[in-house]
């Protein structure tokens, strides 16, 4: 799904199965990643309150700038009947969240931050759901 119509595709298990690069095990790792935050908080996620924050690191704002790109990217994808956009876009996600996850605490942030950075998980997982969806990839709870 990664490459445009236009490129060729060579059938290869060890890149289909790479839990590191651009790939849907990576993908399904992120979105389980995610889930697994949102569990160990026993927290519920007030989109409204948490999400507001006036003090946002380089890896927050990367990730919150990329989801609001998804709308966009949709739109694109389905007008040019290109499903590479969508993969491409969620790897983009997955890395920046995956960098913001292994540089900034989450669980043990302040009061204020640990809530925002909840609902950042809580987006992240929800975008990565519906652009599998999109691509026909289950997302799994675990992995």
């Known amino acids: 799904m ?8 060579v059938f290869d298990w060890d ?8 790939s849907g095990p990576y993908l399904q790792y992120t ?5 697994s935050v949102i569990a160990k908080s026993n ?3 007030d989109p409204e309150r948490s999400r507001k924050t006036t003090d946002l690191t380089n890896p927050d704002g990367l990730v ?4 609001y790109r998804f709308d966009e990217v949709v739109t694109q994808a389905a007008e040019e009947l ?4 969508v993969a491409n876009f969620l790897y983009d996600l997955a890395q920046r969240y995956n960098n913001f996850y292994n540089v900034e605490t989450i669980l043990k942030a ?3 931050k640990k ?6 998980t809580h987006a992240t997982a929800e975008i990565l759901k519906k652009g599998l969806y999109l691509l026909g990839i289950e997302v799994p709870s675990r992995m």
Do not use: H
């Not at 890149?15 to 651009?22: P, V």
């Not at 979105?31 to 889930?35: L, M, N, Q, S, T």
């Open 31 to 35: 979105y389980a990643r995610c889930r």
């Open 82 to 85: 290109s499903p590479s956009l």
């Open 15 to 22: 890149e289909i199965l790479n839990m590191e690069g651009n």
């Open 43 to 45: 927290s519920q996620i």
């Open 110 to 112: 302040p009061v204020g």
């Open 2 to 9: 990664k490459r445009t119509s236009e490129q060729d595709i």
């Open 64 to 67: 919150l700038r990329t989801l």
């Open 115 to 120: 809530e925002f950075r909840l609902w950042l």
